[in-house]
């Protein structure tokens, strides 16, 4: 299954905009592209504006999703965001940072909201 | 939304008014704290955060700014999680803010949402009293030590929910209950330092009796095994009962130095170790914290083998033995401690310990002995009021089966003198003993007949006294006479007050 990682996220990051869409959340971006690196999936709900970082495992052998967003990966999601916020002139909402976690055997997503905070 | 939560901070032993300013804003999820806070409020966002999400509240997706005024004074301890968290719920509506305002709210928030104890609470409420603060909330931990305070609803809560109750609704909880003061310190001290169990030793017993009457300084010489420390050790089980005011002025200091279990029920007695150093002993570090003379305030400091205190370290002592207070000045701030403490010290006379013994021969030169008794100087003596021998103990003595004098039936008559003291002394403020009399009331308070000045006066030409020597001397005669419940000093007091200047007289000559 495992041609490269490129596909082994996108279809990580497929699975997590469905169950997003599924708990009501309105997809504003995937794959969006900034200076400081890549947001996987800008959402909306409720007035809040939502980055997510998807990261996807099929074993927990190189350790689990959760721990591979490192504190540089954070920075870099919060820099993004704030480019991403610039560029569409919507400085001021509320933002809130979500990792979602799928395991790729079963198919299973573990959403963590307000995982990262500066 | 913007909320305010009042609350308190301190500078030395006075506390001053702080209003936490809470404003949570839309945009990226920051929390930033403003005001000088130290590094244990900066870390109060983890406690905060936590002890709200887990008490099932909501922690804001917004940016959070909180500000502690006014902003040019230094904040530390970890006493403003509470007022953080309640500013926190208030700013997100979560809590009804109409009441937040009309309490001073302090305390430390574990994890998950128990109050903590917190240090320095006890002044922080007598100020905001002062100033016409009427209500509080205060962590359980610290209920006893504020028992006292008069005029004040304190309420003393064991957890963030029980606080948001509160806010909500006055009617379920009761303030602490107000304590009415009970001086009596019977059966506070453990038996084994019972001045019963000194065997012989009667003058040495009685200058010790004369020098806590008085709050008088003394200084005990004598070979090893005299009994010197045990002597001192007993100190406490004859020491006068606590007024109201000495137990505030002594809780107070305890409050801020966290050395304080429930509120004071009896005087300290502080022996630090003769390794000590002389920023623990006056008082310091960045914060000026208090140091162990002013933890012995209204009580004893007990320095063993005073000799063997590094130089630098007893001269630091000198100022306050006169003042009753000692000024730190650091960088951050500088605070006057009260430091009226009585100085209880032993040494040995030489070397080798048997200097003026009746039975035991002195093996050391006359230059070993100089050098020993030079290690002291001359000023730090002049401040000590009562030096007296003690001897080793008659073989008769220790043998006997009789118990001496037991400390109960002498703190009886220490206490008859100091109430005459404080009577006299009333009018007086911060002053509660002889020791502590000034050049007013030496004068007012010391008059001599003619005969008793005659012999002073023959004395202070012979023995070649200083002021200071002489001001000591009407003071410890004045409480000589105030154990013999006599209105004024005749001359045997004055003869027995000069009979403790051993010192000037034998070693010093």
């Known amino acids: 299954m495992r041609q490269n990682n490129r596909a082994v996220g996108n279809y990580g990051e497929n699975i997590v905009a469905k169950y997003l869409k599924k708990h009501r959340y309105k997809i504003l971006e995937r794959n969006y592209n900034t200076p400081y690196g890549e947001i996987d999936i800008v959402a909306y709900k409720k007035g809040i504006t939502v980055f997510v970082e998807v990261k996807s495992r099929s074993s927990d052998v190189y350790g689990t999703g959760r721990e591979a967003v490192t504190a540089t990966k954070q920075r870099h999601l919060v820099r993004s965001a704030e480019y991403y916020l610039v560029a569409n002139n919507s400085y001021g909402v509320a933002v809130r940072f979500d990792v979602a976690e799928v395991n790729l055997l079963d198919q299973s997503v573990t959403y963590i909201e307000d995982a990262v905070r500066m | 939304m913007l909320s305010k939560v009042y609350s308190y901070g301190l500078k030395g032993l006075e506390g001053y008014p702080i209003e936490i300013e809470v404003d949570i804003h839309h945009g990226m999820p920051t929390y930033d704290i403003v005001g000088l806070a130290d590094a244990a409020i900066k870390e109060s966002k983890e406690r905060v955060r936590s002890a709200l999400k887990n008490n099932g509240f909501q922690y804001p997706v917004a940016a959070t700014v909180v500000n502690l005024a006014p902003a040019d004074t230094k904040k530390e301890g970890s006493c403003y999680d509470l007022p953080i968290a309640v500013g926190i719920l208030a700013a997100t509506s979560q809590l009804a803010s109409t009441t937040v305002k009309d309490y001073i709210i302090l305390g430390e928030l574990s994890l998950n949402g128990e109050l903590r104890k917190i240090n320095g609470i006890l002044p922080m409420l007598i100020s905001a009293r002062q100033q016409g603060a009427t209500k509080a909330i205060v962590p359980l931990g610290n209920a006893e030590e504020l028992q006292y305070i008069e005029g004040m609803q304190i309420y003393a809560l064991s957890n963030l929910v029980e606080v948001t109750q509160l806010l909500g609704n006055t009617e379920k909880y009761q303030p602490v209950a107000l304590k009415h003061w009970n001086s009596s310190t019977d059966n506070v001290y453990s038996a084994d330092c019972d001045m019963k169990y000194i065997k012989g030793q009667f003058a040495a017993k009685r200058a010790m009796e004369i020098a806590v009457a008085g709050g008088h300084n003394i200084l005990l010489i004598g070979p090893p095994g005299a009994g010197k420390t045990m002597l001192a050790r007993a100190v406490p089980s004859i020491m006068p009962d606590l007024t109201f005011d000495e137990a505030l002025e002594i809780a107070k200091i305890h409050s801020i130095a966290g050395t304080l279990d429930g509120f004071v029920d009896r005087r300290p007695f502080r022996s630090p170790h003769h390794t000590a150093s002389a920023v623990s002993l006056t008082g310091g570090g960045s914060k000026s914290r208090p140091g162990e003379i002013s933890l012995a305030h209204n009580g004893v400091l007990f320095l063993d083998e005073l000799p063997e205190y590094p130089r630098h370290t007893l001269e630091t002592l000198r100022q306050p033995l006169e003042d009753g207070v000692i000024t730190v000045a650091r960088s951050a701030l500088t605070v006057t401690y009260p430091a009226n403490f009585m100085l209880v010290a032993s040494m040995n006379p030489c070397p080798c310990g048997n200097y003026g013994s009746s039975t035991q021969v002195c093996k050391c030169s006359a230059s070993q002995i100089h050098n020993y008794l030079s290690k002291l100087s001359g000023p730090l003596l002049d401040r000590?009021?009562?030096?007296?021998?003690?001897?080793?103990?008659?073989?008769?003595?220790?043998?006997?089966?009789?118990?001496?004098?037991?400390?109960?039936?002498?703190?009886?008559?220490?206490?008859?003198?100091?109430?005459?003291?404080?009577?006299?002394l009333k009018d007086v403020a911060h002053i509660h003993c002889n020791a502590h009399m000034g050049n007013a009331e030496i004068k007012k308070y010391c008059k001599l007949d003619n005969r008793s000045s005659q012999l002073l006066e023959d004395s202070f030409r012979k023995l070649n006294l200083s002021a200071r020597a002489y001001n000591r001397i009407l003071k410890v005669a004045r409480t000589i006479a105030d154990l013999d419940q006599q209105q004024d000093i005749s001359v045997q007091h004055i003869a027995e007050a000069l009979q403790y200047r051993s010192l000037d007289r034998k070693y010093r000559a």
């Not at chain 2, 109960?408 to 005459?420: C, L």
């Open chain 2, 384 to 424: 000590i009021d009562l030096h007296v021998e003690v001897d080793s103990v008659d073989y008769k003595d220790l043998q006997t089966e009789q118990l001496s004098e037991s400390s109960d039936t002498v703190r009886q008559r220490v206490n008859v003198a100091r109430s005459i003291q404080t009577q006299r």
